[in-house]
């Protein structure tokens, strides 16, 4: 597929980015090397074939998801300057 300028220019506003003209060319050519190898993946044969989530065939063990107690919070608001039950206080900004 060879890229064109009204789709090079389409890809810049959907994208947000701003090409150089000077660049326009290079990324043009580059794009179209992108599209091709994209369309030789669409000459093969995947009749028959299921998708594949991962490539590994077992799956994780699985544990009994049991609540523990954490000291996170009061090991993280020890270091801070000022708090307030569990959480950080800071200078009011907004008026």
């Known amino acids: 597929m060879i ?3 009204d789709m090079l ?8 980015l701003k090409i150089p003209e000077s660049k326009k ?3 043009k ?3 179209g090397k ?3 190898f994209v369309e030789i993946l669409d000459e093969l044969d995947l009749a028959g074939l299921e998708a594949e ?14 609540p523990v ?10 270091h801070a300057p000022k ?3 569990t959480y950080f206080e800071v200078p009011k900004i907004i008026e």
């Open 53 to 66: 989530v991962s490539t590994i065939k077992q799956s994780a063990r699985l544990r009994e998801d049991e």
């Open 69 to 78: 107690k954490s000291e996170v919070i009061k090991d993280i608001l020890k």
């Open 83 to 85: 708090t307030y039950e």
């Open 25 to 27: 060319e290079e990324f």
């Open 3 to 5: 890229i064109t300028d």
């Open 9 to 16: 220019n389409k890809l810049e506003r959907l994208s947000a």
């Open 29 to 31: 050519a580059e794009l």
């Open 34 to 36: 992108i599209v091709g």
